[in-house]
Each structure stands twice: as structure tokens, then as C-alpha cells.
């Protein structure tokens, strides 16, 4: 069955920086779009970044320049380099695969002094 597993969350210091990482299995990873999604409390699941089988990505506009997708498709893993980061950027973080077809458990993330 796919699983996607996710760490690296944490709490940081505002303009401190973390690096989320979401392991996959049970898919062809590289034929798969790749996204971090957060949910704030009371809020729907929002997409934060995702990037293409072909490398493409994309952004929420409040994390451009901020945030960085990537993909190690022989490692079946996507990662999520969040730095500069912010109190509003306190959320659960989840992985995700095809565009929510498969998701993770989800990771928090807390900023704050």
C-alpha cells in the first residue's frame, strides 16, 4: 500500500529555518506530483508548494521566496526547506502525493520565541 511518512517538523525561532522531509512508498515515485500542503486550526488544508514529475514547482505566494521544494526521486523523497520562517507559518504540515490521492500523517510546525 502507499505510505508517504513525513519528519522534520519542529518548533523554531521566527526567521529560523527547517527542512521537512516525506519518504513514499508503494507508488512510482517519479511519476508522481509531490506536495506540502499546512492546515491551520479551524482552516481548511491549503497548498503550500509542489513540484512536477518533470521538476516544475510552485507556490503559495506568502512562502515564495521563502520556501523550496525539491525531489531525490532514487530516494523516493520530497522535501520541504522552509527558512525565514514565521509565526503564521505555524501549522501542521502534510506530504502529499497525485495531488492529495495519498497523504501523509502530517507534521507540525510551530514558530515561535
Known amino acids: 500500500q502507499v505510505q508517504l511518512v513525513e519528519s522534520g517538523g519542529g518548533l523554531v525561532q521566527p526567521g529560523g529555518s527547517l527542512r521537512l522531509s516525506c519518504a513514499a512508498s508503494?507508488?512510482?515515485?517519479?511519476?508522481?506530483?509531490m506536495g506540502w500542503y499546512r492546515q491551520f486550526p479551524g482552516k481548511q488544508r491549503e497548498l503550500v508548494a509542489v513540484i512536477l514529475s518533470g521538476g516544475t514547482t510552485n507556490y503559495v505566494d506568502s512562502v515564495k521566496g521563502r520556501f523550496t521544494i525539491s525531489r531525490d526521486n532514487p530516494k523516493n523523497t520530497v522535501y520541504l526547506q522552509m527558512n525565514s520562517l514565521k509565526p503564521e507559518d505555524t501549522a501542521v504540515y502534510y506530504c502529499?502525493?497525485?495531488?492529495?490521492?495519498?497523504w501523509g500523517q502530517g507534521t507540525q510546525v510551530t514558530v515561535s520565541s
Open positions: 508503494g507508488i512510482i515515485f517519479s511519476r508522481n506530483a
Open positions: 502529499a502525493a497525485n495531488w492529495g490521492a495519498w
